[in-house]
């Protein structure tokens, strides 16, 4: 495992949230899953992001899922997503994964309407009184809310974020980053551009697909930011089938999937996600079970 510069640098996995068939949360699976994930070489956990389900969680449930993964492997590799409805309610998770040891948080812009850039920067800042380092998260897709490389720019110009899990799959964003904000850490966020993203100068990687296959994730990721492309490539094309699942809508119930053929606790969804059609499971089961066939892990 490489030593990492700080806490949200490197291969940290948006874990899915291991279910009992009656949609109770398995803790003692979640947590050994934490580990194994470590173990396997990744460099930590984002808990109650959406692969998480964090949306369907009681507040009790969330906050025991971070303490949960904080006891497994220790704060510093533990960076919780505290989205919110509201700031106040998001500085609120803020302070919870501070106190449960957390070395970062995971924020989305306001997403409970199309809020103008001085609503987010004021989202930010209130969540910043808190005091924990703040990874922003960009994914207009979902939210309807762009943090434009000129709006992150802003951000970290006041010191609300350090870094940005960028999941619109736009590369040509990571270049005006570098111009607009070169301080600012990129997080690739979407598992299908990994390598062009790593390429561009990402420094971590906010992931799905190692859920189900760490260790030639991991892999991916190590030879694509040493740009060595004679190891990333193949292993590239031989998960890619897997990972644009990650940017589908129903890559909770796809991971999911992947994790239970490779033996790993996935479990059910809770509603509102259903479970895939014949025809999804059928091609999630394919290439997942290709894939180790083929030695991927």
């Known amino acids: 495992m490489t030593t990492r510069e700080k806490p949200w640098h490197g291969v940290m996995v948006a874990t899915a949230l291991p279910l009992r068939d009656d949609l109770s949360v398995d803790y003692d699976a979640y947590g050994e ?4 994930l470590v173990d396997s070489g990744c460099d930590g956990v984002v808990p109650n992001g959406s692969l998480g ?5 009681t507040p009790e449930e969330r906050a025991r899922v ?7 492997v220790g704060g510093d590799r533990v960076m919780p997503g505290i989205a919110a409805y509201g700031a106040l309610e998001a500085r609120r998770w803020a302070e919870q994964a501070r106190e449960a040891g957390c070395g970062a948080v995971m924020l ?21 009184r808190a005091g924990l380092p703040i990874v922003g998260y ?26 940005v899990k960028e999941f619109t799959g736009d590369v040509r964003r990571v270049y ?9 850490d990129v997080l690739i966020g979407s598992d299908d551009v990994l390598l062009e993203v790593a390429l561009a100068g990402a420094v971590g990687w906010i992931a799905g697909y190692p859920n189900a296959l760490p260790v030639s994730s991991v892999a991916l990721y190590r030879a694509a930011i ?17 990972l644009r699942w990650d940017s589908k809508i129903e890559f909770v119930q796809a991971i999911k999937l992947s994790m239970d053929i490779a033996g790993r606790p996935g479990g059910p969804c809770r509603p509102p996600r259903g479970p895939l059609t014949a025809e999804q499971e059928a091609t999630v089961r394919a290439v997942t079970e290709k894939a180790l066939a083929e030695g991927l892990r």
């Open 108 to 128: 989305l812009p306001p997403n409970a309407y199309r809020a103008d850039e001085p609503a987010v920067v004021a989202h930010y800042r209130e969540v910043a």
């Open 138 to 163: 960009n994914n207009p897709i979902d939210t309807k809310v762009d943090l434009t490389p000129r709006l992150l720019a802003t951000l970290h110009a006041e010191g609300l974020i350090v870094g």
């Open 226 to 242: 040493a740009r060595d492309l004679d190891t990333a490539l193949p292993l590239y094309r031989s998960l890619h089938a897997l």
């Open 33 to 36: 899953h934490c580990r194994w």
């Open 66 to 72: 971070v303490e949960t993964a904080v006891e497994a």
């Open 53 to 57: 389900e964090y949306q369907t969680l």
């Open 176 to 184: 005006e980053l570098a111009e607009l904000a070169p301080g600012l």
